[in-house]
């Protein structure tokens, strides 16, 4: 028969070596390339029956006239404005204004505080206490004053009531005429505070003393 026999394996190794060679043996050819398939033409725009063509083919970069125009965008909505402040705003700063005063005198300085002695003598070397001594020291009467008939009634008691009751008497005495000062601060009463105050010396004695620390009588 006139057919040929298949290649063998030998054979059909040869034959991809020389093809990758880029080599033709004499005698055997290569078998036709299959031609590829057409490619299916994806028309853009299917004109409907009856509508017109268009006048010309658009130029490079143009777009075509019959491709249809995108929508437009949507409208931008604009932000909602932010939340108003329930607060007014604070009215800006006014100028600052700064007085300085500068004093060039030296400042006062205090008084000081008079003294015990001058306290002392403020408060009892007045018209009232020079009128209760006179009246107190004067002999008017019959013939004694009223500070040396309170000192002999004080020194009498000592005889009579005893030392302790005499002490007792001058110091009531002293108290009360005091007491009654204090509350009124006329004449009258000072003359009694400073009659009280001096015939009082009348109960002391120099051996008092001794005695209210020993119990011995003289």
């Known amino acids: 028969m006139g057919a040929q026999p298949s290649p063998g394996?030998?054979?059909?190794?040869?034959?991809?070596?020389?093809?990758?060679?880029?080599a033709r043996p004499f005698g055997h050819q290569e078998p036709p390339m299959p031609e590829p398939a057409p490619r299916p033409v994806t028309p853009t725009r299917i004109i409907p029956a009856g509508a017109p063509l268009p006048a010309r083919p658009p130029e490079p970069g143009e777009a075509p006239p019959w491709r249809t125009p995108p929508p437009p965008p949507p409208p931008v909505v604009p932000p909602a404005p932010p939340p108003s402040d329930p607060w007014p705003a604070a009215p800006p700063p006014g100028p600052i204004q700064v007085h300085v005063t500068v004093d060039l005198a030296p400042p006062a300085e205090p008084e000081p505080?008079?003294?015990?002695?001058?306290?002392?003598?403020?408060?009892?070397?007045?018209w009232r206490m020079i009128v209760a001594i006179l009246a107190a020291l004067t002999p008017w009467a019959g013939g004694h004053s009223p500070v040396g008939l309170w000192s002999r009634t004080v020194h009498d008691a000592r005889t009579e009531a005893g030392i302790l009751a005499a002490y007792v008497i001058a110091g009531v005495a002293v108290t009360a005429a005091w007491a009654l000062d204090r509350r009124t601060g006329r004449a009258l009463p000072r003359c009694?505070?400073?009659t009280a105050s001096l015939g009082a010396f009348g109960v002391l004695h120099w051996y008092d003393p001794v005695q209210f620390l020993t119990g011995v009588p003289r």
């Open 9 to 22: 394996g030998d054979e059909l190794r040869a034959l991809a070596y020389l093809r990758r060679l880029g």
């Open 113 to 126: 505080e008079p003294r015990l002695w001058e306290r002392l003598w403020e408060r009892l070397v007045t």
């Open 192 to 194: 009694l505070l400073v």
